[in-house]
């Protein structure tokens, strides 16, 4: 019988620091046996539970996309004593990854509409996953457009792939910062605001929204103004979790489990549901 | 099979004969703990002069505090489960409220998509002799919540007390083999069934019953309801209710770190404590006793029902009977059910 709460054993193979004030790193780790690999197939939007022994686990969406194969890749916030102790992590260490947990992007609904995705700060983690899914794909799928913003220029996530992706013209990127810098020649402004300049078109498309809670709250009407309807608003949530699999019982919104459930809601749903997260 | 009959002097000696097959775990008086469900090594511990005992059984299947696995740091590959034996158990003596509560935990536990590796091992391979409850307590309400002082549910043997006997009655074929293969039972008379309906009657009229009926439209609306500024005012969040819950499930994971080892344990944990879902962030989405309370009512009588279509409650009392400032959950019932929950 599988034994849900036994991790696989991976190696640290890559620290990246993300942010200038160091709080973000990116792990990718590699899965030491062959088979768990195998056993780990993803999809965006799924999150798996990683451990440092001796300190616990905690829920990470994964960053990475299943066509980059070989390694999962996380970005971590040091914020507590799990975040913490993997910031401590150098390369070759080992950790313990438990997944892949809860549901995924509705990916096949996305298929031959437009798709946008819009970002906040550190949350991008998921989003890069599908973008980056979506592309090994690209017929698949109409218009990609993704708005993202971050307080200040340092502390956006994925830099390079940010300014190498702003060049393709199969993708419109609107990257926005808070407030820049003297080296920032981008867009300055909320997320809200440069996605209604932006305007993408609600016809025919879907829209992902993961962010901190004060940008979804303002951006969600501005969505709707644009048309997008509550089952074409798609968001990822983030709960104190500790089992990943339905069963610890503190994830819930309602009689749903946003572990097991979600971590992946239509605005539709979420609206079905008390407002309690 | 009929119903059978086994006279109370004999219950010990057929029991007795189970060891060699089967851990026992019974009611025994514990000194410091009350009436508990333990394993037992020695009938003479079993006692059967109780109503209920105070923590549920379900820590037979669900223990307090596991060992998930341990991990040593000198080989960091190395996690190593505990080693759970496949030893057959019978839990002997349980109430039908706790029984019925066993059937709940496997809807938590074993889901078919997710499998509990632990509950499942402890609760495979075990079965449930019953003692139906002729005398209940002042805070019995299972007839409120679906149950019954003689329910089946969840027992593969159900004894009824008749005085000089126990009629009992094979409810699975389990149940029904361990009955056959043992000299101290036979066939019920006439006399025997008479006595044993009486027993029931009389207990299914002792026991309290109040009308819940209104309680799924209240709740279906009942998110906002003034109520639950109210009913939290008096609890001081301290869990018990949770604890001695045969139904409640949530826990807690986490490393304990030694020197060269450690171990990552579960333990039960609480939905009435504020750090249980406290982001790191230092976000809260339940971060007042209301928000607490209505979660652990709504959980019971609404979420759960939602999942599994039966309340997750049993109605056994103990929440009752052991709250500290007496937070009656049957007042609260009531109130909702009727119209003291306030117009939402």
Redesign the interface.
Known sequence: MKNPYLPFSARVDRVKIETEDNNIKSFDFILLNKSDEDAFTYLPGQFAEVSVFGKGEAPFGMASSPTESGYLKFSINKVGVVTEALHNLEEGEIVGIRGPLGNHYPLDEFEGKDVVIVGGGFAFTTLRSLLIYMQKSRDKYKDITVIYGARSPGLLLYRDELEKWQNQDDLKMHITVDKGDESWNGLVGFVPNVTKDAAPSSENAYVIVCGPPIMIKFTIPVLTELGFTPDRIILSLEMRMKCGIGMCGRCNIGSKYVCKDGPVFTLEELRKLPDEY | MEEQVIEKKDIKSWIEGLFADYEVYAPVLDEKKGKVYKKVESTEDINLEFLNSKNSPKDIYFPQTER??S?S?KD??G?I?PHMDDKKKIVFGIRPCDAMAFTMLDK??V?G??????F??RSENTLTIGIGCIKPDSTCFCKVVGGEPSSEEGLDILLIDTGKEYVAEPVTDKGKSLIEGSSFFKEATPENIRLKEEAITNANEKIQEFDISGLKERLDRG?DLPVWAKIHEKCVGCGICTFLCPTC???????E?GKEY?E?I?IW?S?QFPL??????G?N??PTGK?RMR?RI??KF???V??NDIFACVGCGRCVKYCPVNLDIREVLKSLAGDGGGKS
Do not use: W
Not at chain 2, 113 to 118: R, S
Not at chain 2, 249 to 255: A, G, N, T, V, W
Not at chain 2, 276 to 281: D, E, P, Q, R, V
């Open positions: 998930l696995f991990f740091r960091e590959m996690l489960p938590v536990f889901s998509e997710n499998n509990d590796f632990y499942i091992k998110f499930h949530c826990f807690d994971i986490l490393d770190e450690g990552r579960r944990d939905c249980f879902t406290k982001h790191a962030s976000a989405p339940r928000e979660q709504m959980h609404k979420y759960f939602e999942n």
